[in-house]
C-alpha cells in the first residue's frame, strides 16, 4: 500500500495537478452500468485466473523453471484486457488504495465506497483459486 502511494504521489509529481484532475491518478472504479456485486464478481474472477497461474507456475516444484514471470505477465496483461472496460481491472487492493489515498489527499475524486470491490473480490478470487489448485494439484 505505500508503494502504490508512493507510486501515485510520484505520477502527481511528474504530471502535475491533472493526473489527478483528468486521470485520476489512474484509480480503478466500476464503469456506469456494473453493479456493485458484478464488479466484485469481475475481480474475484480476474484474480482466481492469476493466482492459478502463479501457482502453477511459480509456487508448484515441478513447473519448468524460467517461465513464471512470462506467464504471470502475460496473464495480468489479460485479465486487464478482460475487466479494464467493467472494472478498472485492479486484481490487487495495493493498487487501487495508493490512487484513491492520494486522490483524496491532492483534492481529486472520492472514490473510497468502491474500495471493498478491490479488497473482497481480489481475496476471494486468490483464496478460491489456492483451495482450487491445491485440490487439482494432488489429483
Known sequence: CIGAAAGSLLLFLTLGAEAVTVGGLGATAPFPGIGYGQAVLVEAIATFVLMLVIMGVAVDPRAT??????????????????????????INPA?????????????????????????????CGAVAAAFFYDRIAAA
Do not use: E, H, K, Q
Open 65 to 90: 523453471p524460467g517461465f513464471a514471470g512470462l506467464m504471470i505477465g502475460l496473464t495480468v496483461a489479460g485479465m486487464i484486457t478482460m475487466a479494464g472496460n467493467i472494472t478498472g481491472s485492479s
Open 95 to 123: 493498487r487501487t488504495f495508493g490512487p484513491y489515498l492520494m486522490d483524496g489527499l491532492l483534492g481529486g475524486a472520492n472514490l473510497w465506497a468502491y474500495y471493498p470491490i478491490y479488497v473482497i473480490g481480489p481475496i
